[in-house]
């Protein structure tokens, strides 16, 4: 066995700061990635031109073309529409509706990033659920899981398998094809499906129904719903006399009571008055509110509650002015702050009424809460507004806003362009990077989206932690440290048969994906199995291979964006996660095990 | 119609001032009895309460908590007695314990050391040097427990509306003064103070009752909404949230409850 040298050491160190940094999380995961970028060089465990080597990568272009296809995409709006037929021939049952709505968006997923396909189908969940009355919590995990599930289809599906090629290049191994994946990741995806179809009783979180009965009453079955009904009341024309002004804000804060409109007597009507302002007598208020809460208010503050809307029909119907759920997406500039500060109110003049995060609703002094990935915040405004906010991209909103930015009309031009980018890839075999390229330009060129968008839409924590990590293998792999680690355990194990080597990989790679990011796990493991395969006499690029597939594998806690994402409207609690995740998990490194050794016949 | 708080140290004539307050508005004059409201209502023996409230925390308390749940039985039998107005308070902390409720007159009577030295040589019958370090270190344990509990000096004047040295004013003069202060409008009872007199006696209700079980927990309520603040999620978040619903069922005039994790406590929070 070889001599562990002193920049062994130094790498092995530099990865124990990573993953330790990956755990603690002081800093954000993109940028661990560009300190490694920065510290390696500097420690001369590579050369400054290996360590910016990642930005020029294949795998690093191609994510940007993936994004930037994926927002052409959806610019069109042809993922929405795809979603109704597909309704219609699932019918009514929802086993029928998880099954039809999971492959469409494995399918999607599989030339998307996960997270996009994931964030682009929420709002049509929703609306399925509410028109068929199927729980939400019964649709979101299991067609969560196969947008994850769809990254393992094709080659670009997912972060660890576009960067699999760049990993096993310096071995003079034999590159993998757009579809080499496509047999083990379709019968992921339906064993994925299978496992909800068949145990989605045991394993999926009983409906608000069941919930409610303990909680009583008073959580009814939806709160969010219930919060959102809307009252009309009037105060009394000695409303101000003898005694303290009422602000909007004291209504708020001591009957859980939202004031959304407001005319001023003889009538001058704001729609999303500020918190500050004062009410005065014979004013009309349109406010939401819980009935127990409204009646209070109404008798304690002497105002006369109406039986119906009158003077705000217009105002708070449905045509011009609504109450939405909006969901704080991944990497959302929100996620940390508080409603204080961000202050939709006074930018963008719009009420948030509730939050909803982890299956407990708030209600009272929202403004203090910080706000986190997948919190659902109710929000009434007109719609001219709400779409204003929308357009900040840092909040999905779940009820789907009349949009105007949409371009229908250029479905075809993307639609071309994607196909024109996977035939270059199947038939003319061109480097993955410069065919993706390709689609991506040519959607700028026909409009699909502006050439700005594409910029905004591509994702630097992405591109800087992928950037960032590969240096990090880069050295494990020239300083001998992956070698050396690889021939220790194998000592350590023993000669072991080259199925169950993969096995311990799978296992190996399910675990470093939960902790440190699956791009994290796939840069750190690929160099460690390859050598460990060669060592073992087994097909080292298998080895790979289970790598990028296993660092999918991320189910069992909601620390997967996708997951992230869905557990605030799908009402989950970590809890959740673990019970279906860990069937999904067990399943899918079996099915994983089991299809290469089918297929490729270890 | 006032609720005075009389903060002393011994020795200081605080007692026999509250007594005479209590005995020319009429008002009902307490100390102990807030104790044994406490001692009855949660099944604590006295003594450990008063050992609550006399000694700062020690390092062991820090981890069981004990201190805390204590200090929160004896507040909610305060603000049960402060609710019905009319009420001079002469036990330690009534000035922190009340925090927030506009009607409340605090006071601080004070003596001479000297003077103070003396009635405590004359009834004790030890030397003036045994009774100095007995004073200066008792006044010192009270210290540091305002502090390590509240992060308060009950020496510092500013927590006080009234502070009254009793050396040259005798405890008559003290008397008079602070009659008349509590008849001034600003410590009349309204409908306004008394609703956050209320809301004072909830949160402490709902602190007293969670404070057993749960370390950390502030609660602060507003018109009935309560809201509880915990430090992070952590495992106990789920179990909390149940206990926090089934309390907000059973205690009478509590409207909406709602647990607020890993949220910058408001002062007002008991």
């Known amino acids: 066995m070889e001599q562990l040298t002193p920049e062994m050491i130094l790498v092995m160190a530099m990865i124990g700061v990573a993953v330790f940094l990956f755990i603690v999380e002081w800093v954000r995961v993109d940028v661990v990635a560009i300190l490694m970028m920065v510290a390696l060089p500097l420690l001369h465990l590579v050369t400054p031109k290996e360590a910016f080597i990642g930005l020029s990568s294949n795998a690093v272009v191609s994510i940007i073309a993936v994004i930037i296809i994926g927002a052409g995409l959806d610019r069109t709006g042809i993922i929405n529409k795809m979603v109704k037929?597909?309704?219609r021939i699932a019918g009514n049952s929802p086993s029928r509706i998880v099954i039809a709505i999971s492959f469409t968006v494995a399918i999607i997923s599989s030339f998307m990033q996960n997270i996009g396909a994931a964030a682009l189908f929420l709002p049509a969940i929703q609306r399925?659920?509410?028109?068929?009355?199927?729980?939400?919590?019964?649709?979101?995990?299991?067609?969560?899981?196969?947008?994850?599930?769809?990254?393992?289809?094709t080659l670009v599906g997912s972060s660890p398998l576009i960067l699999?090629?760049?990993l096993i290049a310096p071995f003079n191994l034999k590159?993998?094809?757009l579809f080499d994946v496509t047999p083990i990741g379709l019968g992921l995806v339906i064993s994925g499906i299978a496992c909800f179809v068949l145990f989605g009783k045991f394993i999926l979180p009983k409906g608000p129904d069941a919930a409610s009965d303990q909680q009583g009453q008073e959580d009814g079955s939806s709160p969010l719903e219930e919060i959102g009904e809307a009252y009309e009341l009037k105060t009394p024309?000695?409303?101000?006399h003898y005694r303290d002004p009422v602000r909007i804000d004291d209504l708020r804060r001591r009957y859980l009571v939202n004031v959304v409109a407001i005319v001023e007597p003889p009538d001058f009507k704001i729609v999303n008055p500020p918190p500050d302002m004062e009410l005065r007598s014979g004013m009309d208020l349109a406010v939401y509110g819980v009935e127990r809460d409204v009646k209070r208010m109404a008798e304690q503050e002497g105002m006369f509650l109406k039986d119906s809307l009158q003077v705000f029909q217009n105002e708070v119907a449905e045509g011009t002015s609504g109450a939405v759920e909006a969901v704080v997406a991944p990497r959302s500039p929100l996620v940390g702050k508080t409603l204080r500060q961000i202050d939709l109110q006074d930018r963008f003049r719009v009420t948030p009424l509730a939050i909803y995060r982890h299956g407990e609703i708030y209600r009272a002094e929202i403004g203090d809460l910080a706000l986190g990935v997948g919190d659902a915040i109710l929000l009434h405004g007109t719609w001219k507004r709400l779409k204003a906010l929308q357009g900040e991209k840092s909040l999905l909103f779940t009820t789907p806003i009349d949009v105007d930015l949409m371009r229908p009309e250029k479905a075809v031009f993307a639609g071309f362009w994607l196909a024109t980018a996977l035939i270059m890839i199947m038939i003319f075999k061109i480097q993955l990077s410069v065919c993706l390229m390709t689609g991506a330009l040519g959607m700028v060129i026909t409009k699909v989206l502006t050439i700005d968008e594409a910029y905004q839409s591509v994702d630097w924590r992405t591109i800087f932690l992928l950037a960032g990590l590969i240096p990090l293998g880069i050295a494990t792999e020239k300083t001998g440290t992956a070698a050396w680690i690889a021939h220790a355990v194998l000592n350590t194990i023993g000669t072991v048969n080259p199925m169950v080597l993969l096995s311990i990989i799978g296992l190996l790679s399910?675990?470093?994906?939960?902790v440190v990011s699956n791009v994290g796990a796939t840069v750190l493991l690929v160099p460690l199995v390859v050598n460990m395969a060669i060592a073992a006499n087994a097909d080292p690029r298998m080895a790979a291979l289970v790598v990028g597939l296993a660092t999918n594998n991320s189910f069992i806690l909601p620390t997967h964006q996708v997951n992230a994402l869905y557990m605030g409207p799908g009402r989950y609690r970590s809890v959740d996660f673990m019970?279906?995740?860990?069937?999904?998990?067990?399943?899918?490194?079996?099915v994983l095990i089991g299809i290469i050794s089918l297929v490729y016949g270890i | 119609m006032a609720i005075i708080t009389i903060s002393r140290g011994s020795y200081s004539k605080g007692k026999e001032v509250a007594e005479k307050v209590a005995a020319r508005l009429g008002y009902?004059?307490?100390?102990?009895?807030?104790l044994l409201d406490a001692s009855d209502r949660f099944n604590i023996p006295e003594v450990r309460l008063i050992r609550a409230i006399h000694d700062a925390p020690s390092i062991l308390d820090r981890f069981s908590h004990g201190k805390q749940a204590f200090m929160a039985y004896i507040r909610y039998a305060l603000a049960c007695r402060a609710q019905k107005d009319n009420l001079v308070y002469h036990g330690l902390a009534g000035h922190v314990l009340l925090l927030g409720i506009p009607h409340v007159l605090k006071v601080r009577v004070i003596a001479n050391l000297e003077d103070r030295v003396k009635s405590e040589m004359s009834r004790e019958k030890i030397s003036e040097e045994e009774a100095r370090s007995l004073i200066l270190r008792d006044d010192q344990e009270r210290r540091k427990w305002t502090r390590s509990l509240y992060g308060l000096d009950p020496w510092d004047s500013a927590l006080y509306d009234l502070v009254l040295h009793i050396h040259k004013l005798t405890v008559d003069d003290a008397v008079a003064f602070i009659c008349e202060a509590a008849k001034l409008k600003q410590f009349e009872s309204t409908p306004e103070t008394r609703r956050k007199m209320d809301d004072l006696v909830t949160a402490c209700e709902v602190k007293a009752l969670l404070a057993d079980e749960y370390m950390d927990v502030r609660v602060a309520c507003e018109f009935g909404n309560v809201l509880i603040y915990t430090k992070s999620g952590g495992r106990l978040q789920h179990k909390l949230q149940e206990s926090a619903r089934k309390l907000g069922r059973e205690i009478k005039g509590i409207h909406h409850v709602e647990v607020h994790p890993g949220v910058p406590t408001p002062a007002q929070a008991v």
Do not use: H, W
């Open chain 2, 28 to 34: 009902e004059c307490i100390s102990r009895e807030v």
């Open chain 1, 175 to 177: 590159p993998f094809g």
């Open chain 1, 237 to 240: 024309d000695d409303f101000t």
């Open chain 1, 164 to 166: 699999l090629n760049d």
């Open chain 1, 510 to 514: 399910t675990v470093f994906t939960l």
């Open chain 1, 85 to 87: 037929p597909i309704v």
């Open chain 1, 579 to 590: 019970k279906a995740g860990a069937v999904v998990s067990v399943v899918f490194l079996a």
């Open chain 1, 128 to 153: 399925v659920s509410k028109s068929l009355r199927i729980p939400i919590s019964r649709l979101l995990m299991p067609i969560g899981f196969s947008a994850i599930l769809g990254g393992t289809v």
